[in-house]
């Protein structure tokens, strides 16, 4: 935990199982603390920014520096959070990067158009998830590193 | 004439009458002197008979009587006088007087037939010159007279040229008069084909339904001039008669009216046309009202009957206010006007159905349309939806295989490793395969806009960024002259990747593939040729190649879309795609675009 007082926390919104255990493993692969918090839906996204039960302890949900949406979502969309957040003035200034198995243009557009500071690819294999560990790792998480 | 001929013609004294002459004279001048007169000298002189030679003019006889008598005046006087003569009168002087009076009788006398001889000459000379005036009098007269031939000859040609030239001015009158007979027919043609025109275009829409049979009996009024004032279009509907257009002078009125016992009602059963002369001589008929007017307005009239749909169904009327006799003429038109009537009134009727079919038609289509694109966007949404869910589940089979792999690999059995190997292999081919269903899906539905793309660039990024396409994995030959095309950049490159993929795919285990890449212009359109020295493909398969999901080849890895999508993506982009191949000889790939502007 002193990892995540020094460093701004991560938070993974995500619904699939595998893909956060291929980034846990994929961070833990490149030095990463890899117990960042994850939500599975667009609903406990909001409630987590909002500081809503259960997130209402910040000790226990510090709001994080950087977030990792993927946009499809139960309940609601990546697409939904991003443009929740970006109409909130603390949620303003936060890094948000879409985090997508979509490469169509009119997903990366309207991302862009929501306000999203970053958009990544998801791998086609799970393997593949140290190439955005260490992508995140030089780009946010570590920028004294650079 | 020269002179001597004129010489010739000129009178001469004959020899044998100037010899008689001479001794004649002589004789009797020497019976005179010699014998009568012997002895006394005689007065009379020798010189009278000389003058004889006036009458007889020949110097010859003249010079020869001369002669004769000075010889004759000799002998007398030397030889017969002497003795008895007195002496003063001595014989040569008595000689010599008779000499010169004899010299001088015929000097004189010879002068004068000598002038008389040159007179002779300018006589003749004279008459000469006269004849030949008379010669050149006679040639011009008879040059008058060929003249007066040929005047007489040019006269009468004049004459018959003279009547040709009227016959001609006969003929002319004659066209003259056809060609206003025929511009008088033309004129009355080109009045019914204007009434036509005008009939016609009161079909295509513009005009309110019902314009056209107004237009057709206006159009048999103009025809008919005064021999009507007023034509109705009627329809037969149940048992009454339905006005459908009208026109005149004085209009029928346009209430319905009983069909029993009209004159409609009579043609449209007998299907020919009828006239009635007098309509007061046919009190059973039923006459229309006029529709400003209260007692009876009409006296005479003409119907033709009206084939809708090919049976008889109304009539075309035309009514006089005056009572007459109708001409074949008239007939003619009624019917003429009928027919077209009839026409317009089908065609009219038809087009009403047409545009009702079509508004039908359209609702169907828009809803269709409606229904489908509702559809189209369902199944859009279901093939992302489904290869978005696919993707994650094959992300975490591709993924735990690869971990399996890293971490746990010493405690597998060479099977173990070998299904481990498949399962990878599966799951990028799985991976694959959804993102050329993608491609080809965006390549059917997407607009794709069109930009002038130099290919030249394209294909240079591609080998630069993919070292499959590099040597020493495989040599990539871009010819000279591969002109810029108009194409959409995502469709070409996806087309480029394919077809290069393809042509260092395909090549017999040990050999390095070379593909060499050039371009043939047309007027605006470019093929450009892929050339490989890869397996080749038979003639059988090649109708099969750009179909979806065909595979040639178990040997070599594919999902049987790249093909599809290419000539897809072609065809889009309004060009095709091709292959010339022969199995061991390579292939050659063309795709035909069209060339930027």
Known sequence: ?146 | MPIQSIARHQWRPHIAISVTLLVVLTAAMGWLRLIHYRDQPLSLTYGLPLLLCLWYPSRPLLWSLVASFVSMAAYKAFVLLPGDMPAEFSPALHWSFQVVNLLSVAVVVHLVLRSLESLQVKNAQLEHSNQELIAREEEISRQNEELQAQTEELAQQNEEIQQQSEEVQQQAEELQAQTAELELANRALERRQALLENLLQSLHGIDEAGDAPRRACESVLTLLGDAAVSAAIVVRSGGELVVRGSAGRIPVSEERRPLAGSLAAIVIEHRRTAAIADLRLRPDLLVPAAAEADGPAFRASLAAPLRLDGQPAGALEVYSDRPHEWTREQFRIVEWAAAQASLILEARRLHDRLLATNASLETQVRQRTLELQELVNELEHFSYTITHDLRAPLRAMHGYAGMLEEECLASLNEAGRNYLTRISTAARRMDQLITDALSYSKAVRHELKMTPIDPVRLLRGMIDSYPVFQPPNSRIELMEGIPSVLANEAGLTQCFSNLLSNAVKFVPSGVTPHVRIRAERSSNAVRLWFEDNGIGIAPAMQPRLFKMFQRLSKHYDGTGIGLALVRKVAERMGGRVGVESEPGKGSRFWIDLNAAP
């Open chain 1, 1 to 146: 935990m002193t990892m995540t007082r020094q460093r701004p926390p991560l938070l993974y919104v995500e619904d699939e199982p595998d893909d956060v255990f291929f980034l846990r493993a994929a961070f833990r692969r490149v030095g990463l603390p890899p117990d960042f918090p994850v939500v599975e839906d667009g609903e406990k996204a909001i409630a987590y920014f909002a500081g809503e039960p259960p997130y209402e302890d910040r000790e226990r949900h510090p709001l994080p520096s950087l977030v990792l949406l993927d946009l499809n979502l139960p309940l609601r969309s990546g697409f939904e959070v991003l443009e929740w957040l970006r109409s909130r003035p603390e949620g303003r200034t936060l890094d948000v990067i879409i985090f997508s198995s979509s490469g169509r243009p009119e997903d990366r557009s309207r991302a862009a158009e929501l306000g999203a500071s970053g958009y990544l690819l998801k791998p086609a294999s799970g393997l593949d998830f140290a190439a955005i560990a260490s992508e995140l790792k030089q780009a946010w998480l570590n920028p004294d590193g650079r």
